[in-house]
C-alpha cells in the first residue's frame, strides 16, 4: 500500500518547463533515493511533496492520516522567535509524554495522601500502560542518543537556538524529525552537515526506520547503505528503479543500452518504410505506400511526442487512445512533409558530463605547507592544536574530525585569512594558492553565471559561454543569477573559477558537497 502518490505533477516557470509527468508511489515500508542532474528540481520536487508550494501540474496524495516530516537543505531560519535550548527544543517533541507524566505524579501524590478509589486507581492504572506504550520511561535516553549521534557534546546541548549556525540548526532539525517518527521522513540533502561518525549513526538509524523515506543524496555510499528504490529526475518525468544505487547504476546502464537498440531498430523500420514509399507513392502500388505513409506518419508523430518507449503501446492501446494520451502535434501527410519530421528524431540522451581540468600554470617548488607547534583557533577559544605537518609536492592530504573540531579554520589559517593563536606554519616557494570554499561566499549573488566567470577571468563571451559549458552551463544557463541557482550549480561555478586559477596548491573545504 502506497503512502504517497504523485500523478502527472510538473513546473513551469513561463514558458520553462522545469519537470513535467511526474508520476509514481512510495509504499509504506519504501525507502526512496531520488537523483538526477543538479538544478532539474529535486528541491522543488522535494517542497511540492511536503505542500510548501503547488505544483504547476499534477497531484499529490497523502495516505489518509499518514504524517510527514520534512529536512530542508537549508534551515538557518528554522528557530526564529525561539529561545529553547538545543536540548529543549528537542524536550518539546514529547510535550504530550510530559504531560501524563505530571498528571501520574500527581495521581501517585493524591493517592499517597490518602485512600485511593477504585475510579482511582482505574484512571493511573490505565494512564501509566498509555504512558509506558508511548516510550515515557525512556524519552530523555532517546533525546541523548539522537543528540550523541549527531555530534553534540554536552556543553552544545546547552546552547540556545540562536546561537546555532545554520549547519547545526539542520542538525538539529534532523534530530527532532526522528524523535518525533513521521509515518514519511523527507530529507534534502541529509548529510551535508554531518560528520563521519554521524553520517554512519544516521545510516544505521535509516536502516531501521519502520515508516516510508524520501531522500535527495549525492553520497552515493549512503543510498546504498539506506535505501530499496531510486527515482531518477529529468526535465522529462521520473524512471524508477528497484535496489540501490549500484544497482540502479547497472540498470540504468541495460536501459541506455535497449534504448540505443531501439532507436536504431526504428531508425531502420523508418528508412525501410520510406524507401517503399518513394518507389510506390506514384506508381501502382499508390494504395499501399500512401497506407504505409499514414502508419508512419502516426508512429513518428508519437515518438516525438512521448519518445521511444510509446513504441510498444501503440498496437495494444491503438492509435485512438494513444492521441489523447499524448500531446500529439499534425501528423505528416506528404513524403515531404514527413521527411522533415524523421530529421526531428533523435537518439536516447544521455546526462551530460562535467568536463573539467585542473592543470598548475607552474610548478611549485618540493615544500608545500609545514607546521610547528601550531595553534588553531579563536580568542579565547582554542580549537585544536596541529601535530607538527609537513605537505610536499604531489601528495594529497584527506582532513578529517568531528564538526566543529576546527577544519575550515584550519585552512582559514594557512589561507592567511585567520592568525593562528600560536606557533608557526610556512608555505612553500612559488605556490599558487586555489580555494573551494564550503558556503561559496566569494561568489556575488546579483551577478549571473557569466558575470561572475567574467569577474574572475576576461575573455570572450563566445569563449566564457563555451568554458561554461563544459560545467554544464548551457544556452540561458549562463544568465541565471547566483542567487536562484541549486545548491550544486553554485558548486559548479565555482569549480569552473578555480579551474581558471591554475593553483598549484588547492585547498579543498566539503567539494563534494551538492554536487551529483
Given at each position: 500500500m502506497a503512502i504517497l502518490t504523485v500523478s502527472n505533477v510538473g513546473q513551469s516557470f513561463g514558458a520553462f518547463d522545469l519537470f513535467r509527468g511526474v508520476t509514481g508511489s512510495i509504499p509504506n515500508d519504501g525507502k526512496v533515493g531520488l537523483v538526477g542532474p543538479n538544478g532539474v528540481g529535486?528541491?522543488?520536487?522535494?517542497?511540492?511533496?511536503?505542500?510548501?508550494?503547488?505544483?504547476?501540474?499534477?497531484?499529490?496524495?497523502?495516505?489518509?492520516?499518514?504524517?510527514?516530516g520534512y529536512l530542508t537543505q537549508e534551515s538557518s531560519q528554522a528557530f526564529n522567535g525561539r529561545s529553547h535550548t538545543v536540548y529543549e527544543e528537542l524536550l518539546t517533541v514529547f510535550d504530550g509524554l510530559r504531560e501524563d507524566e505530571a498528571k501520574l505524579r500527581q495521581l501517585e501524590e493524591e493517592?499517597?495522601?490518602?485512600?485511593?478509589?477504585?475510579?482511582?486507581?482505574a484512571a493511573y492504572s490505565k494512564l501509566q500502560v498509555q504512558f509506558e506504550l508511548a516510550g515515557g520511561y525512556d524519552y530523555e535516553l532517546r533525546i541523548k542518543q539522537v543528540l550523541t549521534g549527531l555530534g553534540f557534546d554536552e556543553a552544545n546541548r546547552a546552547l540556545p537556538l540562536d546561537h546555532l549556525s545554520g549547519g547545526q540548526k539542520t542538525r538539529v532539525l534532523l534530530g527532532r524529525l526522528l524523535l518525533e517518527k513521521p509515518d514519511l521522513l523527507v530529507l534534502d540533502e541529509p548529510t551535508n552537515h554531518?560528520?563521519?561518525?554521524?553520517?554512519?549513526?544516521?545510516?544505521?538509524?535509516?536502516?531501521?526506520?519502520?515508516?516510508?523515506?524520501?531522500?535527495?543524496?549525492?553520497?552515493?555510499y549512503f543510498l546504498d547503505r539506506v535505501v530499496n528504490y531510486i527515482w531518477e529526475l529529468s526535465h522529462e518525468g521520473v524512471q524508477h528503479y528497484r535496489g540501490n544505487y549500484s544497482a540502479y547504476v547497472m540498470q540504468r546502464?541495460?536501459?541506455?543500452?535497449?534504448?540505443?537498440?531501439?532507436?536504431?531498430?526504428?531508425?531502420?523500420?523508418?528508412?525501410?518504410?520510406?524507401?517503399?514509399?518513394?518507389?510506390?507513392?506514384?506508381?501502382?502500388?499508390?494504395?499501399?505506400?500512401?497506407?504505409?505513409?499514414?502508419r508512419l506518419a502516426r508512429e513518428i508523430a508519437a515518438v516525438l511526442a512521448g519518445g521511444l518507449d510509446v513504441l510498444g503501446t501503440i498496437n495494444s492501446k491503438g492509435w485512438l487512445q494513444l492521441t489523447n494520451e499524448l500531446d500529439i502535434g499534425?501528423?505528416?501527410?506528404?513524403?515531404?512533409?514527413?521527411?522533415?519530421?524523421?530529421?526531428?528524431?533523435r537518439p536516447p540522451r544521455r546526462p551530460l558530463e562535467l568536463k573539467m581540468n585542473l592543470r598548475a600554470a607552474f610548478r611549485s617548488g618540493e615544500l608545500v605547507l609545514r607546521t610547528k607547534d601550531l595553534h588553531i583557533g579563536y580568542p579565547g577559544n582554542l580549537l585544536f592544536?596541529?601535530?607538527?605537518?609537513?605537505?610536499?609536492?604531489?601528495?594529497?592530504?584527506?582532513?578529517?574530525?568531528?564538526?566543529?573540531?576546527?577544519?575550515?579554520?584550519?585552512?582559514?589559517?594557512?589561507?592567511?585569512?585567520?592568525?593562528?593563536?600560536?606557533?608557526?606554519?610556512?608555505?612553500?616557494?612559488?605556490?599558487?594558492?586555489?580555494?573551494?570554499?564550503?558556503?561559496?561566499?566569494?561568489?556575488?549573488?546579483?551577478?549571473?553565471?557569466?558575470?561572475?566567470?567574467?569577474?574572475?577571468?576576461?575573455?570572450?563571451?563566445?569563449?566564457?559561454r563555451s568554458y561554461l559549458g563544459r560545467f554544464l552551463f548551457r544556452q540561458d544557463d549562463v544568465f541565471k543569477k547566483v542567487s536562484?541557482?541549486?545548491?550544486?550549480?553554485?558548486?559548479?561555478?565555482?569549480?569552473?573559477?578555480?579551474?581558471?586559477?591554475?593553483?598549484?596548491?588547492?585547498?579543498?573545504?566539503?567539494?563534494?558537497?551538492?554536487?551529483?
Open positions: 529535486k528541491t522543488t520536487l522535494l517542497r511540492i511533496m511536503a505542500r510548501e508550494t503547488n505544483p504547476s501540474a499534477g497531484v499529490i496524495h497523502l495516505a489518509r492520516g499518514a504524517t510527514m493517592m499517597g495522601n490518602g485512600s485511593p478509589t477504585d475510579e482511582m486507581m554531518l560528520d563521519v561518525d554521524a553520517i554512519e549513526w544516521l545510516e544505521g538509524m535509516l536502516k531501521l526506520w519502520e515508516g516510508a523515506i524520501l531522500v535527495v543524496s549525492h553520497d552515493r546502464q541495460d536501459r541506455w543500452q535497449k534504448q540505443q537498440q531501439v532507436y536504431e531498430d526504428f531508425r531502420a523500420h523508418v528508412e525501410k518504410e520510406m524507401d517503399y514509399i518513394r518507389r510506390h507513392i506514384a506508381g501502382q502500388r499508390t494504395q499501399m505506400a500512401q497506407g504505409k505513409l499514414s499534425r501528423v505528416a501527410t506528404t513524403v515531404g512533409e514527413l521527411q522533415g519530421q524523421i530529421g526531428e528524431l592544536k596541529s601535530e607538527d605537518i609537513e605537505l610536499r609536492r604531489l601528495e594529497v592530504a584527506a582532513l578529517i574530525g568531528a564538526n566543529g573540531t576546527g577544519k575550515t579554520t584550519f585552512l582559514k589559517t594557512v589561507l592567511e585569512d585567520l592568525e593562528q593563536l600560536s606557533g608557526e606554519y610556512k608555505l612553500g616557494a612559488s605556490l599558487k594558492v586555489g580555494y573551494f570554499a564550503q558556503a561559496h561566499d566569494d561568489l556575488i549573488h546579483e551577478n549571473t553565471v557569466l558575470d561572475e566567470l567574467l569577474r574572475h577571468k576576461h575573455m570572450m563571451l563566445s569563449e566564457a536562484t541557482l541549486s545548491g550544486g550549480e553554485r558548486g559548479r561555478l565555482a569549480l569552473s573559477i578555480l579551474a581558471l586559477d591554475g593553483a598549484n596548491f588547492l585547498l579543498l573545504d566539503e567539494p563534494t558537497n551538492h554536487l551529483d
